[in-house]
């Protein structure tokens, strides 16, 4: 009767730890993609900033040959 205790008691600390991995593996994966999401927002608002200087040189630009052509 003992090693059926003993044996239910192994498995039940074995699916702990088999949690408890897993978790700690979700935890990880979760961190890492959080950082890579981070890391693409800030890629994608230096982008923006910089199509944004290029458009208002632009703007100046059109409205240059605008005024030379009138």
């Given at each position: 009767?003992?090693?059926s205790?003993?044996s239910?008691?192994?498995?039940?600390n074995n699916?702990?730890?088999?949690?408890y991995?897993?978790?700690?593996?979700?935890?990880?994966?979760?961190?890492?993609s959080?950082?890579?999401?981070k890391?693409q927002?800030?890629e994608?608002?230096?982008?923006?900033?910089k199509?944004?200087?290029?458009?208002?040189?632009?703007?100046?630009?059109?409205?240059?040959?605008?005024?030379?052509?009138?």
């Amino acid at each position: 009767m003992n090693s059926s205790k003993n044996s239910s008691s192994n498995n039940n600390n074995n699916s702990m730890q088999d949690y408890y991995i897993k978790r700690q593996k979700n935890n990880e994966a979760a961190k890492t993609s959080r950082l890579k999401k981070k890391e693409q927002e800030l890629e994608i608002a230096k982008k923006k900033q910089k199509l944004e200087i290029t458009y208002v040189k632009l703007q100046k630009q059109i409205n240059r040959m605008q005024s030379v052509r009138a």
